[in-house]
C-alpha cells in the first residue's frame, strides 16, 4: 500500500466492539494510525466505539470472521471471540467456529497481503493447570469434552494454525496469552466476576460466591493490557510469542469480593451457589518473558482497577434505571 506517513498504519481490529477491542482501538487512534473496526456485534456493543462515531480514521464494518474477509490493511489484531463462560457456552459451535475458521480467514488474510497478525489467545489454554504459576512452556491440561471446551480447544487449535502458518507460509505471528482482564466498558450482564460482583454490590444485590470461594483468579487492568498487546506487534520478527499478559496478583473470590464491598461501600451479603463444571482452582500468570521480551509488567493494581471500574458502572447502571 502507498502511505502517506511511514509510521501511520492501516490496522484492522477484529472484535473491536467488545471490551477489550475498544480500549486498543482508542489506543490505535492515538498513534495516528487508521483502524478498520471488524466486528459482528454479537457480544460487543456499538455503544462501545459511539465515541468514534464522527473520527475520521475510525471505520465500523459489520462482518462475522467465520466469513472470508477481503480488506486492505497493514496489520491485524483477531481478538474476535465471545470471551465470558455465559457468552461462549451459548452457542458452543459458533463460539470453536469463530475462533478456527475465524482465524484460518484472518491468516489466510494475513498470508495474501504478507502483514503481521496478532492472536488474542487466553490462558484458558492451561486449562485446569497442576503448574503454577503457569508459564508458556506449560503445556496445559484442558478437558477436550466439557462445557468450557469450546472455547479453551477452539483457542488452542487457533494457536497451532498461526504457528503452522507461521512455519509452512513464513507469516510474521504473535500470540498473546490473556489472563482475566476487567476494566470500563465490560458487559453489565456478562457473567464474569468482576462485573457480577461490582453490579451485585451497586445493586445491594446477594453476591453470588460459585463454590467455597477458595479458587484464584489474577486480575490485570484493561489499560495495563493494550499497553502489552500493543508492545508485542511492536517486537521484531523473531519474537512470536506465546506471551503471558496478567498481573500476577493472585486473588481468591472471597478476597475479590471483599474488596468489591468495601470500595462500594455495600451492604450486599454473599450467597454460596454451585461451583461451574471444570472451572480452574488456580490461575496465575508467570510473566518472565513479558517482563524480559516486552519491558512490561502492569502497573494498575487490583484497588486502582476496581475504583475506576465501579465510577463505570454507576454511571452505567444510572442510565439503565431512566
Ligand atoms: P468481548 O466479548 O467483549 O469482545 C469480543 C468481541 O468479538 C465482541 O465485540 C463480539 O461481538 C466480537 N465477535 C464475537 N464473535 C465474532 C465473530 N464471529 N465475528 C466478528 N466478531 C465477533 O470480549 P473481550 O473480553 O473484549 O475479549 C476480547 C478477546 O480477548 C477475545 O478473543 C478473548 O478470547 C480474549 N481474552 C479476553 C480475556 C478477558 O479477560 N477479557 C481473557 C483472555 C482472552
Ligand atoms: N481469506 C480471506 N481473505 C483473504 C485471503 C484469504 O478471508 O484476503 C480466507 C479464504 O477464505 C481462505 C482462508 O482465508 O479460505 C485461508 O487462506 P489460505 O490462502 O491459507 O488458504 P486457501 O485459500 O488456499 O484455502
Ligand atoms: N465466579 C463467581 N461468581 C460469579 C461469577 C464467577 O464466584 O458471579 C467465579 C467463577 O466460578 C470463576 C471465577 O469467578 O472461578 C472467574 O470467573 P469468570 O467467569 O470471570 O472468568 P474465568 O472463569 O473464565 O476465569
Given at each position: 500500500m502507498t502511505r502517506l506517513y511511514d509510521s501511520r498504519k492501516r490496522i484492522l481490529v477484529t472484535g473491536g466492539a467488545g471490551f477489550v477491542g475498544s480500549h486498543l482501538i482508542d489506543r490505535l487512534l492515538e498513534q495516528g494510525h487508521d483502524v478498520l473496526c471488524v466486528d459482528n456485534l454479537f457480544t460487543g456493543s456499538k455503544r462501545n466505539i459511539e465515541h468514534?462515531?464522527?473520527?475520521s480514521r475510525f471505520e465500523l464494518m459489520r462482518h462475522d470472521v467465520t466469513f472470508p474477509l477481503y480488506?486492505?490493511?497493514?496489520?491485524?489484531?483477531?481478538?474476535?471471540?465471545?470471551a465470558s463462560p455465559v457468552h461462549y457456552q451459548h452457542d458452543p459451535v459458533a463460539t470453536t467456529k469463530t475462533s478456527v475458521h475465524g482465524a484460518i480467514n484472518m491468516l489466510g488474510l494475513a498470508k495474501r497481503l504478507k502483514c503481521k497478525i496478532l492472536q488474542a489467545?487466553?490462558?484458558?489454554?492451561?486449562?485446569?493447570?497442576?503448574?503454577?504459576?503457569?508459564?508458556?512452556e506449560y503445556w496445559g491440561n484442558v478437558n477436550p469434552i466439557g462445557p468450557r471446551s469450546c472455547y479453551d480447544e477452539g483457542k488452542r487449535c487457533a494457536?497451532?494454525?498461526?504457528?503452522?502458518?507461521?512455519?509452512?507460509?513464513?507469516?510474521?505471528i504473535k500470540v498473546a496469552r490473556i489472563f482475566n482482564t476487567f476494566g470500563p466498558r465490560m458487559h453489565h450482564a456478562d457473567g464474569r466476576v468482576v462485573s457480577?460482583?461490582?453490579?451485585?454490590?451497586l445493586e445491594g444485590d446477594p453476591i453470588t460466591i460459585y463454590g467455597d470461594g477458595s479458587q484464584t483468579r489474577a486480575f490485570c487492568y484493561v489499560d495495563d493490557l493494550v499497553e502489552g498487546l500493543v508492545r508485542l506487534m511492536e517486537t521484531d520478527s523473531g519474537v512470536t510469542g506465546p506471551i503471558n499478559l496478567g498481573n500476577p496478583g493472585e486473588f481468591t473470590m472471597l478476597q475479590l469480593a471483599q474488596e468489591v464491598i468495601s470500595l462500594t461501600g455495600s451492604k450486599s451479603e454473599l450467597i454460596y451457589t454451585a461451583l461451574p463444571e471444570d472451572d480452574p482452582r488456580q490461575r496465575q500468570p508467570d510473566i518472565a518473558k513479558a517482563r524480559s521480551l516486552l519491558a512490561w509488567e502492569p502497573t494498575v493494581s487490583l484497588r486502582d482497577g476496581l475504583r475506576r471500574t465501579i465510577e463505570h458502572f454507576q454511571s452505567r447502571l444510572s442510565e439503565l434505571q431512566f
Open positions: 468514534l462515531h464522527n473520527h480488506v486492505e490493511v497493514d496489520e491485524i489484531y483477531n481478538l474476535a471471540c465471545p489467545s487466553t490462558s484458558e489454554v492451561y486449562g485446569d493447570p497442576s503448574v503454577h504459576p503457569q508459564p508458556e494457536e497451532t494454525l498461526f504457528f503452522d502458518y507461521h512455519r509452512q507460509h513464513g507469516l510474521e457480577n460482583f461490582i453490579v451485585q454490590a
